[in-house]
């Protein structure tokens, strides 16, 4: 996901009318909340935005979601298995062996890939092969799934966009799985909420995105457990 600003920057405009972002709440003072041992667990697969790249641990994605969820009593325990710069081809390869040193099954797999293919101009059809064979082996392992997506920029040609961005509305429809259209949506375009590549999210970028998601991650979570 690095240096993708000339892409991102643009996507502003294929976003314009949409509905304001949530209010990013204020950190806590108080003490986290006590998260059993056996909750159920989501494991964030992805790349930087996962990772939390440039972020002190306990500032990323993954850490500050799992607050913000068991904070509004959802039991739940977040791993992050985020690799920065990880393509969906990478992270194709990695996911047997990702899912085969978890400690403990997964209830919940959260896909966060696409930009750094995006970034590479890879082409659109070999980013839809491979988010889709890393969810058929999720179908496979019967490990419920949802996605979280990205937009190609506009500057990327009409062709390009017209490819990449039903990847996954449609993929998402195919396995039946949950979907964030935009992970970046409540912060791109805000240098307030990023690190100075104007790219990835601050600490008070990331509490935007887990404001902005987490009632569809908890919503993904109670229907996988309702699923098994």
């Known amino acids: 996901m690095r240096r993708l600003l000339p892409l991102l920057c643009l996507i502003l405009a294929a976003c314009s009318g949409s509905a304001p972002t949530p209010e990013a709440p204020k950190q806590q003072t108080a003490a986290a909340p006590t998260i059993p041992a056996d909750a159920p667990v989501i ?30 009593g959802v039991k739940a325990r977040v791993v992050n298995a985020g690799v920065s710069g990880d393509t969906t081809a990478a992270a194709r ?44 082996e999720l179908d496979k392992r019967h490990i419920p799934a949802m996605l979280t997506g990205m937009l190609a920029a506009p500057n990327m040609g009409k062709d390009y966009v017209a490819a990449f961005n039903p990847i996954y509305p449609a993929l998402a429809a195919k396995h039946k799985v949950p979907l964030i259209p935009f992970f970046l949506q409540a912060v791109i375009g805000n240098d307030a909420l990023l690190l100075d590549d104007h790219i990835h999210p ?22 996988a457990a309702n699923a098994t």
């Open 43 to 72: 494991l964030a697969f992805g790349d930087s935005l996962y990772a939390g790249y440039r972020l002190a641990p306990g500032e990323g994605y993954p850490p500050r979601l799992e607050a913000a969820l068991n904070s509004a």
């Open 93 to 136: 390869e990695r996911l047997a062996f990702t899912l085969d040193n978890q400690k403990v099954k997964p209830s919940l797999v959260m896909v966060g890939l696409g930009g750094n293919d995006m970034l590479r101009g890879l082409p659109p059809a070999e980013t839809r092969a491979n988010l889709d064979a890393i969810l058929t």
């Open 202 to 223: 601050n600490p008070q970028g990331v509490d935007r995105i887990v404001a902005a998601t987490k009632d569809d991650v908890a919503k993904a979570l109670k229907a």
